[in-house]
């Protein structure tokens, strides 16, 4: 008899034929499996049925293997457990695979990487992987399992997951206080030189922040200017001018408040304009409860959640909802 494809079984079938083989017994057949006696034997009428041979040689006690499925039963057992030790192979490569996640480099480096020890101690399993741009991750052609994006969450084809939302506030270096004196108003920063950024798509901006403080007439036009919040803050840390940052840029371990004070910056004023976008963890919709993916979006989203409420217990307010 020539097989085809028509006469490949199900896999339900074949578990049938090897435990019932394997125990001489329907019943005992039906146990193993968690269904009925009866299933067991329609399962098995159905292989014969399928290729023309019977299988088991009935009321036989106990029950025997006709030749043909004398010869059967064993190649459905090693396909069942070649099948079985090839997904456990893969799954467990998947568990230690690396895990790539493509960021932004001014998040990468002030917010995540130091805290990504804590991850590492509770999943030695994970090797992260960081890749830093500024473009959008593009999933279909490039190797990345995760990205963290600051935007809308709103990204078609993408499961997203909700971490931050970031406000901006100035900040200036001591040193710079103790030559410049401190500010008592939002427009006496007239006098002061303001860190101006070129990245005309993030928000918020000085005209932002200077129009929540009452002070809109005050554009900031003149001075230096850096091409993103990060750098804008190290100028600051250097005592060139008053930056605003973004508060994830200055969030460390241990609060913004002592990040501030460690790197010798001041918080000018409690004006605090908050952003239109927020940070969320993004991946290919249907793969967001693979082991690697799931364990680390937990990680990060109670990582977001403590940042969040202790950067709104400093704020002395509620903790900011979602967008």
């Known amino acids: 008899m020539i097989m085809t494809a028509d006469h490949l079984p199900p896999l339900a079938a074949l578990k049938a034929l090897d435990a019932a083989a394997r125990h001489g017994s329907f019943t005992k057949a039906a146990a193993e499996l968690h269904i009925t006696q009866s299933a067991v034997s329609h399962q098995i009428r159905h292989l014969e049925e399928l290729w023309g041979l019977a299988l088991f040689r009935r009321g036989s006690r106990p029950l025997a293997l006709t030749p043909a499925g004398a010869a059967l039963a064993p190649v459905a057992r090693d396909f069942l457990e070649r099948l079985r030790g090839t997904l456990a192979g893969l799954r467990a490569e998947e568990a230690r695979g690396p895990l790539r996640i493509s960021l932004l480099e001014s998040f990468a480096l002030t917010w995540l990487v130091p805290r990504l020890s804590e991850f590492r101690e509770r999943h030695p399993e994970i090797d992260v992987w960081l890749s830093t741009k500024e473009a959008l991750a593009d999933f279909a ?28 506030f100035p900040v200036c270096s001591r040193l ?9 108003r939002p427009a006496e920063l007239a006098r002061f030189p303001l860190l101006l950024r070129s990245d005309l798509d993030n928000s918020p901006r000085w005209d932002d922040w200077l129009r929540a403080a009452g002070v809109a007439d005050l554009p900031p036009e003149h001075g230096p200017r850096f091409p993103n919040s990060h750098m804008a803050l190290q100028a600051a840390i250097r005592g060139q001018g008053v930056a605003l940052v973004r508060s994830a840029h200055v969030d460390g371990l241990d609060g913004i408040e002592n990040s501030l004070a460690a790197a010798g910056l001041v918080r000018l004023f409690q004006v605090h304009c908050p952003a239109d976008s927020a940070y969320f963890l993004v991946c290919p919709e249907g793969t967001e409860e693979r082991p690697r993916i799931a364990a680390f979006r937990a990680w990060i989203v109670e990582q977001a959640q403590r940042s969040q409420a202790q950067y709104d217990a400093e704020l002395g307010r509620g903790a900011a909802a979602p967008p």
């Open 176 to 184: 710079l206080i103790e030559r410049l004196g401190m500010p008592r």
């Open 141 to 168: 052609s490039e190797q990345v399992d995760l990205a963290i994006r600051l935007g809308h969450g709103r990204y078609p084809g993408l499961h997203s997951t909700f971490l931050l939302r970031e406000e901006a």
